[in-house]
């Protein structure tokens, strides 16, 4: 937690020009590649960005408000089946499905924050593991297949561009995903930057201290994990429509695992980790099954512990590291002077 | 209420499996204050040396007892060797390093051993006792060692100076080490006698749920569960909340419709968020005072 801290602290001093530079280089690059990769390449680009935006999320909870989660797959499960059934049942465009998932969500993770507020951190990550875990078998349930479609799960059709748009559906869905990551991760960032923000973060780093400044912690707990939530959703809901398909065991712990381990990697309290997050998620375990087809779990285990000993604190730590080191060396020859 | 005596005695049955998972849950979190996500792969992993030391003509006993020194051994080296060095590291990489070690694990077992579903012999014999077929001799030899295993722990940390000096460490870190007392190496002898007493565990288990890699997760969740009901304090209150849970489990699944055969985890969920909410430190568990 203290590295989120001094993360946090740092992020909101100067070298803002160097990071909007990097962001304007970010955006043009990701605006490039679809014209210059493969199919296939720009639809798993597409779900690094739907996994980023989950573990933005995963990253409010956790990295901003100090509460565990391990079940965070089940919300992806209800944003990614609210856009499913919306879309196959109630002919629902794809694009309004996006919104509604959140807002299913912010509910869901809102009413699981209710009971969630007199849990501490380890019995909280109990509860949610709970969560996780049960979540598969939940979507399975009998008097729900009408909707559900029971072990089968639903599919779901590609859109096409509209306007006309010279695109063809992967590329089209990456934008699409790249404008709402675009959209969530500003909004995430002006939330942590806002006096929300602040508060979600005192309640954080000293819960008893931020209640008697008059922070309503209960109330803020709960509407970060429905926030949280909410992000969760829509990347659920466009992760949906991405992969055109939702069944019960596509949404079992490991996902919500996966959400977790994109997390720490990233960079636990660091808003932009999420992407190198969503990244490791989705090529590490292809790059274990290259190490060892039996052993592919291993070889993902042993990359996971090297990198915990490596960058305890994540990609974010490492940058910081960097960024910490450069300065220092650029400060030197002016102490030498004096 | 003839049903409701049979379903009590097979939810004693059951509850027999979540205590022994219950009771290895505890002990590593009173030795690292951690709950580890691994631990149900590493008796699962346990289990697996045991059924390859009975492939190889080992009487069972013996290869029960090798085991759990193996186990032992194992669960030391894996502190040792992985927790040691990120000792001062964040929680949250903590918990991404028992993911590593249960894909590790899962894989590995997966690999040298397959996946496909093996028989497990039990040393009880699986007749039915009491001439009622409700409980197995298998399944009342199974309560039988759990109960052992929770009278050794409460003389252990009751009466032995080991046992007190590990209650010292998990407690209040510091001041153990001040008072001479080897903290790292009490982790590690918790993490040992958690690998041990899962092996124990997964050994008995086995035979009723059948040996594969992936055996573990819906027991773990259960283990869990009977934990948080005890108190994830006190092994005797993981025992009894193991009892509790199977029977309430049964209980549910007969007289509730559509729960018991489709939302046997949910369950497990609703079992610990409600004893959560109403009493966070569990039934027999102490509730954490934080001092401001």
Known sequence: MEAAETLAVARARPALTLGRAILLVGILLAIAVPFAAKSFLVFQLTLVLVYAI??????????????????HGAFYAIGAYTAAILMEHGGVSYVWTIPAAGLVCFVAGFLFGLPALRLEAIYLALATFALAVAAPQILKLSPIEHWTGGVQGIVILKP???????LNQDQWLYFFTLGVALAMFFAAHNLVHSRTGRAIMAIRDNPIAARSMGINTALYKTLTFGVSALYTGVAGALGAIVVQFVAPDSFTFSLSIAFLVGLVVGGVGWIPGALFGGAFVLFVPNIAEHISKGLSGAAYGVILILLIYLMPSGAGGFFQLLANRAAKWRRRPREERT | MELLLQQVLAGLATGGIYACMALAVVMIYQAIDHLNFAQGEMAMFSTFIAWQLLAWGVPYWAAFLITIAISFIAGA????????????????????????????????????????????PTPFGTAPLFGRGIVSAHQAGMIAVTLVVLVFLYVFFRYTPVGLQMRAAAGNPQSARLVGIRVG?????????????????????????????????????????????????????????GFSVGILENLVATYVPYVGSELKLPIALVIIVTVLVVRPGGLFGRVHVQRV
Request: contains cysteine; proline residues 6%.
């Open chain 1, 54 to 71: 989950a573990i933005c999320g995963l990253n409010l909870l956790t990295g901003f408000n100090g509460q565990f989660s391990l079940g």
């Open chain 1, 160 to 166: 096409d561009a509209p306007f006309g748009l010279p």
């Open chain 2, 77 to 120: 080296a894996i502190e040792r060797i992985v927790f040691k060095p990120i000792h001062d590291a964040p929680v949250l990489s903590h918990v991404v390093v028992f993911i590593a070690l249960f894909a590790i694990l899962n894989s590995l077992a997966g690999f040298i051993w397959d996946f496909t579903i093996k028989p497990f």
């Open chain 2, 185 to 241: 190496w009490m982790i590690a002898l918790g993490w040992g006698m958690a690998a041990a007493i899962g092996a124990i565990a997964g050994m008995l288990i086995a035979p009723v749920v059948f040996l594969e890699p992936s055996m573990m997760l819906g027991i773990l969740l259960y283990g869990f569960a009977a934990a948080v009901v005890g108190g994830l304090t006190s092994p005797g209150g993981a025992v009894l909340g």
